[in-house]
């Protein structure tokens, strides 16, 4: 196996971990995580297969284990496949990308003039909340229990980050800490600007001050990258794009 295999191998691994992270923060109100046969499971209990989600490593993977899973918790599901098995249940539904970063190749970008970034707290749900929703076009409601859940989690577990321009709550995005399969790693997610305040290098400004916290335990970050435009941002910082993997719905 290559190098580069490796690494695709490292970074899948280290999404799949910060995932189960995810899943065990809400244990206990509907959610929680599993290990079957090629397969490694989280549920959040929330109505939204995007929170309810699964990593796949066998082609014979337990999928009656996971669908047991998914229905004991009534919530909609499903997986996620890397391309090196061969996996037939189920309807594929998109290709996800995702990027590595290695700690010693990070390349820290600073705040542009007159943003302030810091930890987030429970007190700022509401801002956090707004900006998700208007970034994503989502319905806050929708969000609300999902940013509840991180902003009340364990600080060594997620991290929450508010840019403030002028005193305004302007921009978020979090970090999601494990140490498992892959070692220690940081997942990078929900990196939001408010649409007035973009093209400041906010983003980038908000990425890179979460990826400088979680390397001060992970020795990995890595994330899902939606686009080019999203990649070329994250690939300033040192991200290197990798294989990434397939999702699949419907089984």
């Known amino acids: 196996m290559s190098a580069a295999g490796d690494f695709d191998r490292l970074v899948a691994d280290a999404h799949a971990d910060s995932w189960q992270a995810l899943g065990e923060l809400f244990a206990g109100r509907g959610g929680g995580t599993a290990t079957h046969h090629g397969l490694r499971l989280m549920a959040s209990g929330l109505p939204d297969a995007a929170w309810n989600s699964g990593d796949v490593s066998a082609a014979d993977a337990d999928i009656e284990a996971a669908r047991t899973f998914y229905e004991s918790r009534g919530v909609p599901w499903g997986l996620r496949v890397p391309p090196w098995v061969r996996f037939r249940p189920g309807r594929r539904l998109t290709h996800q990308r995702l990027m590595g970063l290695r700690r010693p190749d990070f390349r820290a970008r600073e705040a542009p003039a007159g943003l302030s970034l810091a930890l987030a707290s429970a007190a700022d749900l ?83 001050w979460l990826v400088r916290h979680g390397f001060e335990r992970a020795r990995l970050a890595q994330l899902a990258s939606d686009d080019d435009r999203a990649a070329r941002l994250y690939a300033r910082l040192g991200f290197v794009e990798t294989a990434g993997h397939d999702i699949y719905i419907d089984f």
């Open 126 to 208: 509401e801002d956090v909340v707004r900006i998700d929703s208007e970034a994503f076009a989502s319905d806050p409601a929708h969000g609300r229990p999902w940013l509840a859940a991180l902003l009340g989690a364990p600080a060594d577990v997620v991290a929450v980050a508010l840019a403030r321009s002028e005193g305004r709550a302007v921009g978020t995005g979090y970090a999601v800490s494990a140490s498992s399969a892959a070692g220690s790693s940081v997942l990078i997610g929900g990196i939001a600007v408010i649409e007035t305040q973009r093209e400041r290098g906010i983003g980038g400004a908000l990425s890179s």
